[in-house]
């Protein structure tokens, strides 16, 4: 029974680290973009409360992510194929599992939403009346608690430092879709993607909109499981 292998590569980036100074300017740019357009999407009030939000997440992630850590490293050091290592250290190593992540946020996306406790936690997203890249910041920081069921077949392939680097690529390309000043773009890039124009349909509160949209990067997910709107 093993918990931990020192022989597994940890030298994937961490991206959060990175983006932070671009989640920074992306949200200069859309409130100077925002003005130009005079398109009042932002208030003060609610942006500190995102912001508080966001810097509450991150403070209990420390902690969140310890725990939900352990299960994931033990079915992978006691039982994953050695295929996932192969593949792992290819090229379209990276492009499976960006794939692969995304379907299971999709699942995970959605139980937060279907379920009733899932919804009770992830409703803090949805709690904003605004809709701009400093939402994409408020965060529910115990819903992990309640979603990394979902990525536990990840395990059974590859390690944990490839699963959170990938997990730091879909969440930084979400971050994109909250802006308010993008419209629709080209067909091919809507049909596949996830994108503002669909997320906005996401976060809609009229009755149709409801429970619609989950793909985190694609949305060709929810194309195949009937809550595309």
């Not at 100077?32 to 508080?52: E, G, P, Q």
């Not at 794939?99 to 803090?124: L, Q």
Request: cysteine-free; proline content about 4%; aromatic content about 20%.
């Amino acid at each position: 029974m093993v918990w931990f292998d020192s022989k597994i590569p940890s030298h994937y980036p961490d991206l959060l680290t990175v983006a932070i100074p671009l989640f920074a300017v992306g949200i200069i740019v859309e409130i100077l973009v925002a003005n130009w357009k005079k398109k009042k999407i932002y208030r003060l009030s609610d942006s500190i409360t995102s912001l508080n939000h966001g810097a509450m997440d991150q403070l209990l992630t420390i902690f969140v992510k310890t725990a939900m850590i352990f299960p994931y490293t033990y079915i992978y050091y006691n039982y994953h194929f050695p295929i996932g290592e192969v593949i792992e250290r290819s090229i379209w190593g990276y492009l499976i599992v960006f794939v692969a992540y995304d379907f299971a946020y999709y699942w995970t996306h959605r139980f937060g939403h279907e379920n009733n406790m899932g919804w009770a936690i992830h409703v803090t997203h949805h709690s904003s009346e605004d809709f701009n890249l400093i939402t994409a910041l408020r965060q529910a920081s115990f819903q992990r608690f309640l979603t990394w069921p979902e990525f536990l077949p990840l395990a059974l392939f590859f390690s944990p430092q490839f699963s959170t680097f990938h997990s730091h690529v879909n969440l930084i390309y979400q971050f994109w879709t909250h802006t308010g000043v993008v419209g629709k773009l080209p067909f091919w890039i809507e049909y596949i993607f996830n994108t503002p124009s669909h997320h906005r349909v996401h976060h809609g509160s009229n009755k149709r909109y409801l429970d619609k949209n989950y793909g985190g990067v694609f949305i060709i997910w929810d194309k195949m499981f009937g809550t595309f709107e």
